[in-house]
């Protein structure tokens, strides 16, 4: 059983990486329709392998989803919502996203015990959401500015304030989980904690920047750039395995 | 902005005094020139404080020692005939230089060697005839060591009888009896596998039991000496083999994490050790596919098996385990060693054993070496009869 | 006054908020190989934690000191900014309520004060707390006694709990927890028996037990000792962390109920060279 799930999970991660490349491709050649069918074929593979991951884990909480939870959350994005953009960087960031799971497409790692808590898997499901909604802003701001408007970005500080609140659920949840599982509410060993607390300072420095009357739209957009690179970056490299010493 | 940056640097100069102020010591280079542990204060100083892994040693004064064990309990070793410290109970007190010990772990017998303390080893769970040591040996014959059941059962009343000082394991499940029978117990593994450093000084911990910080000095330079000596001997060969260890039994697969001693030791002779994204406890369970993946590209495969467990040649292995067969090193040509049975009793030949990886791993880099702890296993099963002195009654 | 206002000065949180982020991200980095180092914190309290394994290796240690202080000025200047906000506001308290803005600025103070409350809640945790690590309990009805305390813990009974699902086939026959009947007796507090497992503590007159392993964990396990293992900790900050931390959490849901919405055409595209 658990040799043909690694057989097909390799084969999944192929096919949705080939059609995230088919529809970067079809963007950039201006066939919305075309577009739209190879997203949706990477959107399903990524929910077959985010839901056959995460059900052969269970009651366990699955370690190294999170880079295809987000993926699955910003196609889910892409094919509903974002039909019609034309920017490319989402595509292009799916495929990154495929690429690098490519790399790495089995989760390794047996699960640990302690992690049969229900708080445990709100901690990785809100965090996943979280990390989704934040670099959905930053991608957001990101078209903006490329494209040199000047739109009050209302709708990005909208998905940073909801994503601002998942994050907080799922510090809050990990902190109950490592409470009750530790017997303290913050470990400063774990790195995953660490990089929670560094998004979250951030994202409230962003919220604070708000009351400045010198806080301009262009500075807005590149700071919600930045953050999503930094969102990005936490999210992604500790799922990369061996290859994180790569990058 | 400037009071910001005004209370910064008063806080840096306050913490910068205060950690070069302390009476320790500057830290030691570890072997790879990382400065990875605190060296114990010398005679001037009263107090030190000494890491290893995860076990600590703090001097408080010259009566008390306070060293936490594996488990992270805090014992305190106080002097024959000085006053017991107030809020340590009985238990968690140790009178030193201590005279009787029972051991649980080969590699805690192969410390009391390096310490010059065998002789106050009094019980081990290793059967006598398990033992290559003939110290160890010799002492089982003359009655002075007795065998005190297996680790997974030990007789509680032999280990009485046998009055020892200390019991050095790594089952707290012994710690409540031992505690009726009012005998202190040192827990000496860890939860997350000993790295390259804590195992060479693992021995500074066991020395304050004894009163034998000296020796224990000498053996961590002299491991020290050697793994640099390893290190200027490989490290400008351009060949960068890719290494594995661990093994794949009936529904498991063990090995070790990139944390561990050997993980470090490989990165550390110019080759790339292939669980090294893998942390946490020596001898730990990963994926079967993630095993198979890293057997693709390995090129030198160390099992734990030994030769007395089923690890006699490659086809044995794969006989064993027919998934195992499509890794690299146990096809044609491929690298596989296995452990002779004395190897995990040789801990105080720290300096060979890692050279001997060193060989194994780069031979061109040390020709005509001779393997002592390891045997690299052939295609197929030797002939009956041929290979029985090889594998036999080596003593050490 | 200068200083004062030198605390309620956004662009100081501003400055520590970025701070804040470049240290953690690099206690990350230190993070790296040296998980250990960090996990003897929890044992030994914040003050001994670096008085020892701070003082000897102290690069390793000064991302966690600067976080501190930082985590220290950013407590300063959120009850400066929130005090003298809310100082303004109790003036009109019901007319603030009243007003959705104002319950929005009041959602935002919450948010504020709860997050003072949450470092506090830590700094006691971690300066007063109290850690017995380790503490193995069998099941032979033999009692352990707490080292250093009066507590006496025995195992009235324990069931292993199996792995019943087929996706891991390494947990296949594996116990994944273990349910234990715990005798707990505190010498004039009384007793108490209560079920101990792996993420289910037991409480005691302010005493916290939470189990950290037990054994064995499978059937064919080579070590056949029954017995579980408990972190026994006495921790005084726990209630102000998880006071702050619901706090906090009402204060965000208000911060998103009561957000003033922007309306208008300002937000209609428009080149930035255009803006003024």
Known sequence: MGETMAFLSEHVSLVMCAAFFGGVVSFYSRRPRLACGFMLVGMFSNLWLFISRYTAALPFMPLHIGLIGISLLLACVQVLFRRQEKSLLLPLLLLLLALCNLLYPKDFYLPFIRSQSLFAHTFLLCGIGAKALLILAAVSAADILLRGEAVVLSAASRLVSFGYFLLILSMFSGEIWSYLGWGTPVVWHDAAITTVIALWFYWSCFLHLHYIRSWSTRWQGAFLATGGVLTLLVSVLPDLGPYQGVL | MKILVLFALLFFTAFTLTCCDMEQPASEGGPDGKSV?????????????????????????????????????????????????????????????????????????????????????????????????????????????????????VDYEVIKKQKPDVVLTWDPSIVPMMTELGIPVVITSTPVAMCLNARMSYVKFLAPFFGREQEADAYFQRVGDSLKAIRRRTRDLADQPKVMWGDMYEKRVLVEPGNAWIGELVGLVQSDYLFEDVYGTSCIEISMERFLTSGNDATVYFTYRTPKTGATSKEALKRNHPLMACITPLGPGGSVYSPLPWYSQSGDKLDEIFTEIAAIIHPDAYPNYTLKYFLELPEKDPVEGKEGSKNGEKRI | MLLFRFFTSLHLSVVLFLLLVVDLLFGWYCLEGNTSFYQMMNRTGLVEWLLTFGRSDPFHTSWFVVLLVLLFFLAINTLCCTGEKLTRLAKNFHATLQRKSGRFTLSVHLMHLAMVVLLAGYLLSYIFGEVNSSVAVGDSGMTTVVPGTQLRLRVEKMEMIPYSGKGIPAFEGRRIDAEALLHISLKGYGEKVQKISMNRPVFFHGWSLFMQTFNPKSEGSMSKNIYIVLDVRRDPGIPLTFCGMTAFVLGVLGYLCFRPRKTGTNENSIPLHHKK
Not at chain 2, 88 to 93: A, G, L, R, V, Y
């Open chain 2, 37 to 153: 542990v605190s060296k114990m204060a010398g005679k001037k100083a009263k107090k030190s404080f000494l890491t290893i892994g995860e076990f600590t040693v703090e001097k408080k004064s010259d009566t008390l020692t306070v060293v936490r064990d594996g488990a992270g309990r805090n014992l305190a070793l106080v002097p024959r005939g000085a006053a017991d410290p107030e809020g340590f109970p009985p238990e968690m007190i140790i009178h030193t230089p201590m005279k009787r010990v029972v051991a649980y772990s080969n590699f805690d017998v192969a410390t009391l060697r390096v310490l010059g303390e065998i002789n106050t080893l009094v019980g081990t769970t290793t059967p006598e005839n398990r033992w290559y040591v003939d110290e160890v040996k010799k002492r089982f014959t003359d009655g002075s060591i007795v065998w005190v059941g297996n680790s997974s059962g």
